[in-house]
């Protein structure tokens, strides 16, 4: 970013309340139209670094300018020209409306001696209106819901016109639709060429909606950047010390993330190959990983749902194009991976010409367990000849055969 961009520069900063240091040594840069989500664990020092770096809360060291200029040097009234500041919870005068708290919002347009003109009036029923709240304008502020007080503080904000806007949680009290549209102006006005900071704690809609994200953990940076390469699964587990897997949703292409107790005890346990297809074996793949099993996959197609789950749980995965029989290369890979596992788990497939190799490759396997939940008679789309080697299979000393629901609950016992 060049210099002349840089909004926010806020310079190695430190601060706390008291002796107690909460963000320390924090370096920021933020340009105009960045729409950024500050996220992190409870206590991590959100809420802190949003009121330093409107001056707010004072900082023991460093330095932060907006828009080139000292923070400390600016006037309040300067300040609240430059950024609007949504805070957590709301502190209601009683008596006050609700288009009374919006209009505070334009105190910094006013000479104390002024009351508000027509055109503030209007700005504030136009945001009033944008956050849903245009019907409310006459009513106490202390008789509205949570969710209500928190949109009209939102157009309380928006009224204020400032170039920048910090936001801490102001979805929290939201139904679902409130939270995506605030995501939703945030964008809008971002693309305007504001900057805006949100405190957030749902990832998923801050990966969707903002441009950068920035992961506060211990009252340090840990992350920043764009959000795929914020959230993940090392990041997820160093903030919040969960485990999880992130992954592009199949349906949405959204970034999405499964958080999950690992039940391992800290041991690994024996490697398992899993051979699929047509989202047979997602859920078995999953509980493996889950359950802290190293997990190869053969051969799945591109694009197909054990594909996706394969990569989201980081399983080792050979996959072949779309369409096609399994070539050569791809079989034989998918035999040496079959060699070095404890286990093959064969999943209730349908087989054609194109997978046939997957069934001829399952003899290989010294420990093979075959998923059955429908029999193979209706799943055969080879005129038998898949059916006959299914059979060879089950036929095997080496083989055990079971439904989904029983081998879900054995990898669950770590049982494998
Ligand atoms: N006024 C205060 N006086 C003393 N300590 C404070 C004060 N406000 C916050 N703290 C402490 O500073 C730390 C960071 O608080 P902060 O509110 O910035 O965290 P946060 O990341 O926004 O948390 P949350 O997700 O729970 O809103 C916490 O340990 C908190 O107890």
Redesign the pocket.
Known sequence: MRETATIIDARRIRVG??P?T?INDVALKAGPGELIGIL??????????LKSLCGLLPYSKGEVFLFGRLLLSMSERERARQVAYMQ?EVQVSFGITALDAVLTGRYPYLRWWQNESPDDYAIARQYMSFTGVADLVQRPLQELSGGERQRVMLAKALAQETPLLFLD?PTASLDLSYQEEIFRYCQQICQEGKTVLI?V?DIRLAAKFCSRLIL?SAGGILADGPPSKVVTPEHLYQAFGLHSSVYENYTSGQLDIHTYDRRSAGQPGKMVHVIGGGGTVGAVIRTLRENAYPVSCGVLRQGDMDTAVARAFGADNLVSQAFGPIGREMGERNRQKIAQAHYTILGNLYFSQENLDNLKAAFTAGRLIIVEDSPVDNRDGTAGEAALLYRQLTARPETTVMKLDELLRAVEKRSL
């Open positions: 309340y008291g107690k909460v992190g664990p409870n206590g991590s020092g959100k809420s802190t670094l957590q949680e405190v704690h506060l």
